[in-house]
């Protein structure tokens, strides 16, 4: 998701806080947002840094490995982000039980979190239902994008061009009978989703199962939350009140992630 940054002559710097420090991690965001490599001009206008400040900065990036310099001489973010991003999405899934608690506590079926990572969903947190009959899907376990409400509250509000390419790399391979399998009808669904603020999968990954999944606002990765479970369960009347509670605790969710003093129980 798009990071808002202020100039940095805007910005003041936290209390205590090492401006270098504090510029140089504004750098790595810029760059993030920017798809991940930049020219050094690029970053002066959106920073509103001098160009020797940012070429001091990136040289120290460069030599601790978080950003490498490439043949054209652009700036690419580089590999040791990799080890860190790991563990971050590893922390988030734990930062998130509570709140998926709540959810299977008020909806009684299981509760996911899913983040995009490349053209796949992974999970990194669930928390399953007391019901002997429950949905169960592995942390860990990467599904393709197009066949799970998960994956359309990821995308919805992914530029459509971003979509087809995305489903041009990996296909659509149908799950069930009732998988989208072509890229208008996907795209027409992540319309929906927009239109509703919620994503249906509705027998697409597993036949019997439904699961309802909501965005996390404003999350410093692409994350998304959502619960599973048997269709006769997981009815349309039931989705009216499981919705407006999906859409509450994952605000209440990004609150806790942006928070400086990390996350709260929910």
């Given at each position: 998701?798009?990071?808002?940054?202020?100039?940095?002559?805007?910005?003041?710097?936290?209390?205590?806080?090492?401006?270098?420090?504090?510029?140089?991690?504004?750098?790595?965001?810029?760059?993030?947002?920017?798809?991940?490599?930049?020219?050094?001009?690029?970053?002066?206008?959106?920073?509103?840094?001098?160009?020797?400040?940012?070429?001091?900065?990136?040289?120290?990036?460069?030599?601790?490995?978080?950003?490498?310099?490439?043949?054209?001489?652009?700036?690419?973010?580089?590999?040791?982000?990799?080890?860190?991003?790991?563990?971050?999405?590893?922390?988030?899934?734990?930062?998130?039980?509570?709140?998926?608690?709540?959810?299977?506590?008020?909806?009684?079926?299981?509760?996911?979190?899913?983040?995009?990572?490349?053209?796949?969903?992974?999970?990194?947190?669930?928390?399953?239902?007391?019901?002997?009959?429950?949905?169960?899907?592995?942390?860990?376990?990467?599904?393709?994008?197009?066949?799970?409400?998960?994956?359309?509250?990821?995308?919805?509000?992914?530029?459509?061009?971003?979509?087809?390419?995305?489903l041009a790399r990996t296909g659509m391979p149908a799950a069930t009978e009732k998988t989208i399998t072509t890229p208008e009808g996907f795209l027409a669904?992540?319309?929906?989703?927009?239109?509703?603020?919620?994503?249906?999968?509705?027998?697409?990954?597993?036949?019997?199962?439904?699961?309802?999944?909501?965005?996390?606002?404003?999350?410093?990765?692409?994350?998304?939350?959502?619960?599973?479970?048997?269709?006769?369960?997981?009815?349309?009347?039931?989705?009216?009140?499981?919705?407006?509670?999906?859409?509450?605790?994952?605000?209440?969710?990004?609150?806790?992630?942006s928070s400086t003093g990390g996350a709260s129980g929910a």
């Amino acid at each position: 998701m798009p990071t808002s940054h202020a100039t940095d002559a805007a910005k003041p710097a936290a209390s205590g806080g090492v401006q270098s420090l504090e510029r140089a991690f504004d750098l790595l965001e810029r760059m993030a947002d920017a798809g991940g490599e930049v020219g050094l001009s690029e970053l002066s206008a959106s920073s509103g840094l001098p160009l020797p400040t940012i070429h001091r900065l990136m040289r120290t990036l460069v030599a601790c490995g978080y950003v490498r310099q490439q043949p054209n001489r652009r700036y690419a973010l580089g590999p040791r982000l990799i080890r860190l991003g790991e563990s971050a999405s590893r922390l988030l899934g734990t930062w998130a039980r509570p709140y998926l608690a709540r959810l299977v506590e008020e909806t009684g079926e299981t509760a996911n979190m899913a983040l995009l990572d490349g053209d796949e969903v992974v999970y990194v947190a669930q928390v399953p239902s007391k019901h002997s009959m429950r949905m169960f899907t592995e942390v860990g376990r990467r599904v393709l994008p197009h066949s799970t409400g998960v994956g359309k509250a990821l995308l919805a509000h992914t530029p459509a061009e971003e979509v087809a390419a995305l489903l041009a790399r990996t296909g659509m391979p149908a799950a069930t009978e009732k998988t989208i399998t072509t890229p208008e009808g996907f795209l027409a669904a992540l319309e929906q989703v927009r239109s509703t603020g919620y994503a249906v999968d509705d027998n697409e990954q597993e036949i019997g199962v439904r699961c309802l999944a909501v965005p996390v606002p404003d999350s410093p990765t692409a994350a998304a939350i959502s619960i599973s479970g048997p269709a006769g369960r997981v009815t349309e009347a039931a989705t009216d009140t499981i919705v407006p509670l999906l859409q509450e605790v994952a605000r209440e969710l990004s609150a806790a992630l942006s928070s400086t003093g990390g996350a709260s129980g929910a």
